[in-house]
């Protein structure tokens, strides 16, 4: 009995995880991140707190809460992100979620669009020779050209043909996040073993029998992988769409609002909210991939 115990599972902690690293991780960033505003606030801080007759305290207090410093402090970010989400109307301009909302549109049609292009894409250079020697390399350079670049030229030329405000973003959105899908799908479309196509053709299959029988549920693996940095991307995409158009609403439109009149403080903390879009994006693909590997009956 004592052994059948003993050999029971032990119930999993949290220094078990990936809890504990995390955590001292964030706590080293931000006393870096305290120590760095100090040096960096010097400038705009140092004849405040020389007016003040010196010493540590002073010091820390005015580097740590200037109204327009560099670098702001993390407890300024958490105040910024705490009145602009919950102290204000999530419909009104001054609310990040009403910002965080317009961007997450242009991020999600531009996200669903660039999948379906890269599959699409994938699958006809999975199965043509001459797409597969001709396509992917235009695909691949297609990259090398920096997006800020080709932003204003998009928005330009969509809006001479009466495409504004969600349309751009979201095009520019696809065109960042249907690179990663098609290099994910092209190599778990061709992801199976010749052992297993031999047994298809054996079996007299069709393409499209070995597309979606074989070829697909071997891909969804790499399709989720990809998607994971396609969402990401696409969150990337949609807010540089709104710098180029002088947008008044979404996580861009709030940058250059902040920039525009010196408010670190707001840019930080749009970046931020920024940032926990795209982290819970990511976490919902996650989401979506477990569910589905658990239906397809793959293990744990």
């Known amino acids: 009995m004592a052994e059948a115990v003993a050999a029971l599972p032990k119930p999993s902690t949290a220094a078990d995880g990936h809890f504990v690293p995390v955590l ?18 010097w400038v705009v801080t140092s004849p405040k ?6 010493g540590w305290r002073n010091v820390l207090a005015f580097s740590w809460n200037e109204t327009r410093p560099v670098i702001p402090a993390p407890h300024q970010i958490v105040i910024e992100l705490w009145n602009s989400v919950f102290m204000v109307k999530p419909w009104m301009p001054k609310s990040l979620v009403y910002h965080g909302w317009v961007t997450l549109s242009s991020t999600l049609v531009g996200f669903v669009l660039g999948s379906l292009l890269g599959i699409g894409l994938a699958i006809a250079i999975v199965h043509s020779t001459i797409l597969s020697k001709s396509l992917m390399p235009w695909i691949i350079a297609s990259q090398a050209i920096p997006i ?8 330009v030329v969509l809006g001479s043909l009466g495409f504004t405000g969600l349309v751009p973003k979201s095009m520019i959105s696809m065109y960042l996040c249907f690179f990663p899908v ?7 479309l061709t992801s199976p073993d010749p052992m297993q196509l031999d047994l298809m053709r054996t079996y007299n299959s069709s393409t ?7 070829r697909f549920p071997s891909s969804v693996p790499f399709l989720f992988t990809s998607l994971k940095v396609a969402v990401a991307i696409a969150l990337t995409g949609a807010i540089v769409g709104e710098l180029p158009t002088g947008a008044v609403a979404g996580i861009g439109a709030r940058l250059l609002q902040g920039s525009y009149y010196g408010q670190t403080v707001q840019i930080w903390a749009a970046l931020f909210m920024g940032s926990f879009i795209a982290a819970g994006l990511v976490w919902l693909t996650g989401i979506a991939e477990r569910i589905t590997l658990k239906r397809m009956g793959a293990r744990p």
């Open 24 to 41: 001292t991780i964030c706590i080293v960033i931000l006393i870096a991140w305290y120590i760095a505003a100090i040096p960096m606030n």
């Open 49 to 54: 707190i020389e007016a003040a007759g010196g």
């Open 148 to 155: 800020l670049a080709i932003a204003p030229m998009v928005i």
């Open 182 to 188: 098609t290099i994910g799908m092209v190599k778990g």
């Open 208 to 214: 499209n029998q070995v597309l979606w029988k074989l």
